[in-house]
């Protein structure tokens, strides 16, 4: 599966935007889909994800309650809500891609990856 990440940009604190991840292929409900961050200088670290048919979901402990991950299977897209933005979620934003209905935090456990889209917030 191909994974193309857009939304990105550029954001006062408190404020929100809206990424998009969408996929080729045409077993897109057999993945769990993820989005991971990575600021300058920090490790790449899980955000959210969501199974593929249940629309079960888990998020980071840091996002949880500003943070909505939700996916349209017609469409092959996986979005990400992000309300009440903080300057410490400024990083490149990436949608990730695992086969199954395993939930993981790991950037090990996933397989497939989009190109990245900067999240820029201002304070």
């Known amino acids: 599966v191909q994974l193309q990440a857009s939304g990105g940009g550029l954001v006062q604190a408190g404020g929100s935007l809206r990424l998009s991840c969408a996929a080729s292929?045409?077993?897109?409900?057999?993945?769990?889909l993820a989005w991971f961050r990575q600021a300058p200088g920090k490790e790449r670290e899980f955000v959210a994800a969501i199974r593929g048919t249940s629309d079960s979901t888990y998020y980071a402990d840091s996002v949880k309650g500003r943070f909505t991950i939700s996916r349209d299977n017609a469409m092959s897209t996986v979005f990400l809500q992000m309300n009440s933005l903080k300057f410490e979620d400024t990083a490149v934003y990436y949608c990730a891609a695992r086969r199954g209905e395993v939930i993981a935090t790991s950037t090990r456990a996933y397989a497939y990856w989009g190109q990245g889209t900067q999240v820029t917030v201002s304070s």
């Open positions: 292929g045409r077993t897109f409900s057999s993945y769990v």
